[in-house]
């Protein structure tokens, strides 16, 4: 899957970010995920969700695509996710839909926090993230968004939406 500007803002983002299909399954990833999860990216392509949380908490995660489903976003949604060398975490996931020119759903961006580590400083390293990356949304929709294809108009659609959808969360709310 080629890379575009907007999506290389998430490369090493601090943040874990996935991309799936419309019925689960992994199309990318960050770093950051891949590395939480102890998996090289390669084994995580292609698979299901539910790979990467534990069997009590398969129900959570069914419930949470169901909302996506039915809502096109998730917000604020608590899993329990699977590291490969079986530890647990607690995460929060965000998630928002991405639709191609004819409004068809391809998939979502997803992001997940982990719980466990919501500390000022990390809250503070999320908040300039999401500043960044929104100004560097505003950058190309600026000067390159005409010349986009529709696929990566698309991607770029998806990720503003998914940003804003971030800078509007109370980060200090999750440390609780």
């Not at 991405?98 to 809250?123: A, C, R």
């Not at 998806?158 to 509007?168: A, D, N, R, V």
Request: glycine fraction near 4%.
């Amino acid at each position: 899957m080629p890379q575009t500007e907007a999506r290389k803002t998430l490369k090493d983002a601090p943040v874990m970010w996935r991309r799936i299909n419309s019925i689960g399954v992994i199309l990318d990833c960050n770093s950051t995920y891949a590395a939480k999860l102890g998996y090289a990216k390669s084994e995580i392509l292609g698979k299901p969700i539910f790979e990467h949380v534990p069997k009590d908490a398969w129900e959570d995660m069914n419930d949470s695509l169901k909302i996506w489903f039915d809502t096109g976003k998730v917000a604020n949604r608590k899993i329990t996710f699977k590291k490969q060398n079986g530890e647990t975490f607690s995460g929060l996931l965000q998630a928002t839909s991405l639709y191609d020119e004819n409004k068809n759903l391809l998939g979502s961006n997803t992001v997940i926090f982990d719980l466990e580590q919501m500390t000022d400083k990390k809250i503070k390293e999320y908040q300039e993230f999401f500043k960044e990356s929104n100004s560097r949304l505003d950058e190309i929709k600026e000067k390159e968004y005409e010349q986009l294809d529709e696929n990566s108009k698309s991607e770029y659609d998806g990720l503003k939406e998914m940003f804003e959808m971030l800078s509007t969360i109370n980060l200090d709310e999750l440390k609780k």
